[in-house]
C-alpha cells in the first residue's frame, strides 16, 4: 500500500528538519516536527509512534525523532517530486518562483514516480530547484555540497549564491528585487554584529544592507 499524503508530510518534514538541524544526536525534537506540520506536540507524537511501529522512524521518548533507511528513502523522493515539480512550474508552465511551493505542496501527492522522472528528464536533470534547494536523485541520494551563509563566507571575495533557504514568499521577492537569487555573484563587505547587519556588494555594483537572520538564510560557494 502506498503511503498516504499525511505519512509522505511526517516523513518529509522530519528528513527536512534532521538535515537542517545541526543536533548532535541526529533526533529532531517532537515540539519543532510539531510546529513544522502546524499539528499539537500530542497529535505528532502519535503518528510518530504509529511510523515507528511501521520501521519508518526511530522515535526517542523526550529526546525526538529520526528516519529509518527505509523512512529516509522514502521521505527523500518526496522532496525530489517536490523540488522537481517546482522547477517544472517555473521552467515550463512559467510560474514565478515565490509562487510555487504551495503548488507543489498539493502536487507532490497526487504524481507518480515515473512522470517525475520524465518531468526530470525534461528538464536536462538538474541538480537543484529555483531556489537552489538540491533535487535528490530516483534513487534518494543528495550528494553532499560544502556551502557557507553570508555569516561565515570569507570577507571581499566573490561568491556566488548557491541556496534560499526560506520559501516565504515576501523574502523570496526581497531576494529577487536586490539581485540576490540562486547564481548571483556578490562580496561580503562588511559584518557588524552591533546591528546585527551584513552589508554585500552585488549586481552592477550595487551595495545592500541585510540583516543576519536573512544573511544566514542565503548559501553560497
Known sequence: MLPSSTVENYLKAIYLGVSSAGQPSGLLPMGQL????????????????????????????????????????????????????????????????????EEAEQLEHAVSDRLIDRMDEMLGRPKADP????????????????????????MHTPVTITRVIDQDKVFLRFIENHHLKPGESIEVEDRDSASDSVRVRGKNQERITIGTRAASKLLVQ
Open 34 to 101: 510539531a510546529a513544522a506540520l502546524g499539528v499539537a506536540p500530542g497529535t505528532a507524537t502519535t503518528m510518530v509512534k504509529t511510523l515507528a511501529e511501521s520501521g519508518l522512524v526511530r522515535y526517542e521518548p523526550y529526546a525526538g525523532v529520526t528516519l529509518t533507511e527505509a523512512g529516509e528513502k522514502l521521505a527523500a523522493l518526496v522532496v525530489r517530486r517536490h523540488r522537481v515539480i517546482e522547477l517544472f512550474l517555473v521552467q515550463v508552465v512559467g510560474y514565478r518562483w515565490d509562487e510555487v511551493h
Open 131 to 154: 531556489h537552489g534547494d538540491p533535487i535528490p536523485d530516483p534513487e534518494g541520494v543528495v550528494k553532499p555540497q560544502p556551502m557557507q551563509s553570508l555569516l561565515t563566507c570569507p
